[in-house]
């Protein structure tokens, strides 16, 4: 792709596309909006966006970029296993600060993947033109996720603050009156007050814990509860009702699911 510069005209522009959206940017000078959060691209910055969200160009003069990118329709890979595939990869929901920088060799790898995507689409269309651009987009999508994963371990200094952090708010929460007045708390609670996308946060707990964040959750509670069935005189039911269980039925069903073992049988057991 050209260098691009802002017109007057074009400035301030909002709009929303209906494509999936791979955006590989150099010597970008600017931000655009995308959804409630800013892209700050530096150079190497590969940005990814998903159909119907709202995109717009902020307010600078000297807006340029240059670089590569790549939109499709969600119909273009209908009839093929990346449909549901490319369901999985949060990276397409991923906020500002999330990124993906590349090295110049991880740069120079996408490129030649944009540009043989590039090829295909100047050739001469036959029946086998989408299946080949199909399966030039489905590597250069499992790329991109050996990547984000690579940036989840060579940033581990930073995604272990994260996840000190989240356990911070996991023991307030559960210390406090808004585990018993709100219920078991959502993934997107503790994203919003992380500054991350659920999903960012869901994919770093994976590489550093081996859980997701749902998981993590869960084991807090299961925690909360054995500390209150073995060092408190509370009743099953009490203890339910200091989780957030409207139902002591939910609570034993829960307990069960993950210790194998009824919170009465739990209790007992380690008495004795």
């Keep these: 792709m050209d260098e691009v510069k802002a017109s007057e005209s074009e400035r301030d522009i909002t709009f929303v596309l209906n494509f999936y959206g791979i955006s590989l940017k150099r010597n ?6 995308y959804g409630q959060g800013y892209y700050d691209f530096d150079e190497g910055v590969l940005a990814m966006t998903e159909p119907y969200q709202i995109l717009s160009v902020g307010r600078d003069e000297n807006y340029k970029v240059s670089g590569w990118w790549l939109v499709f329709h969600p119909d273009f890979i209908l009839n093929y296993s990346l449909a549901k ?5 949060g990276f397409f929901s991923y906020s500002v600060n999330e990124a993906l920088h590349l090295s110049d060799r991880e740069e120079t790898q996408l490129e030649a993947i944009f540009k043989n995507i590039s090829l295909e689409c100047d050739s001469t269309i036959d029946q086998f033109s989408q299946d080949v651009m199909i399966a030039h987009l489905e590597l250069l999508l499992t790329y991109c996720n ?6 989840f371990i060579t940033r581990k200094s930073v995604h272990h603050d994260l996840l000190s952090h989240l356990d911070e708010l996991l023991e307030a929460y559960f210390n406090s009156d808004l585990i018993r007045d709100n219920g078991v708390p959502s993934v997107q609670y503790f994203a ?4 991350v996308s659920a999903n960012y946060l869901t994919d770093m707990m ?7 964040t749902q998981q993590h959750i869960h084991h807090k509670m299961i925690d909360m509860a054995k500390l209150k069935l073995t060092t408190t ?7 339910a009702y200091h989780l957030g269980f409207e139902h002591p039925q939910s609570f034993n069903k829960f307990f ?6 009824t919170p009465v049988a739990f209790r007992s057991s380690f008495k004795n």
């Design 28 to 33: 970008v000078q600017g931000k655009l909006k």
């Design 85 to 89: 595939e490319i369901k999985s990869y």
């Design 146 to 151: 050996r990547f984000y994963s690579r940036q």
């Design 192 to 195: 919003e007050r992380l500054n």
């Design 206 to 212: 994976r590489v550093l814990t081996g859980s997701t």
């Design 233 to 239: 005189n509370l009743s099953v039911g009490e203890v």
């Design 256 to 261: 069960k699911s993950k210790t194998n073992l």
